[in-house]
């Protein structure tokens, strides 16, 4: 896809820009253009992202140089990395009843490693082990929104690790999006835009 057909298609969307923890140094910097890229040719586009370290980083740092408004992240508690949050708009999962969003739920227990965690997790018997659910959760919201106010994504975006792909949240985040029909692309495609 061509950024001109990207940018005809999406004008309005809501995007999500996320990805790996771990970029190649020489990513970092095109991360951050392409989020600047977005963010100057959609100005009516949300641009969506989870509020880690590495990808998500960078594309909030691009976007954010341009209007830090259209950006909105969906963090896994309150008060995570606010010191790197340059959003807009943030929705921090502790503020999420989890209880009325059984879509949320079923698709964060497809992620196997955390799947008997997030049961815990919405009982409140949160410890050491079972945030590790809250950010599978927030990887799901990411895409489906929530039944209280939060929309779906129309399209996203991942950096992936092109030798070992479709792994941890990033992996878990895309079955979530090929699961509900909601087109993605990665590197592949986005890094010739530039």
Not at 96 to 104: A, Q
Not at 123 to 133: E, M, P, R, V
Request: glycine share 6%; with cysteine.
């Amino acid at each position: 896809m061509t950024f001109d057909n990207f940018c005809k298609s999406y004008a309005n969307a809501i995007i999500l820009l996320e990805g790996k923890r771990n970029v190649k140094p020489e990513d970092e910097a095109k991360l951050i253009v392409i989020g600047k890229l977005l963010a100057t040719h959609l100005t009516n586009a949300t641009f969506r992202s989870g509020n880690a370290d590495g990808s998500d980083y960078y594309f909030s740092q691009g976007v954010a140089q341009v209007n830090s408004k259209q950006l909105e992240v969906i963090t896994p508690y309150y008060n995570h990395r606010t010191k790197y949050n340059v959003a807009g708009i943030t929705h921090s999962l502790d503020t999420i009843n989890l209880v009325n969003e059984p879509e949320i739920v079923y698709y964060s227990k497809n992620h196997k490693p955390t799947k008997t965690l997030v049961d815990k997790y919405i009982s409140g018997n949160i410890d050491k082990y079972a945030i590790k659910a809250a950010y599978i959760l927030r990887d799901t919201i990411k895409v489906l929104g929530t039944n209280a106010g939060i929309p779906p994504i129309t399209v996203a975006l991942f950096y992936e690790d092109l030798e070992n792909p479709m792994q941890g949240g990033t992996g878990h985040t895309q079955r979530v999006c090929l699961e509900n029909n909601i087109p993605f692309l990665n590197q592949t495609t986005f890094f010739k835009w530039l």
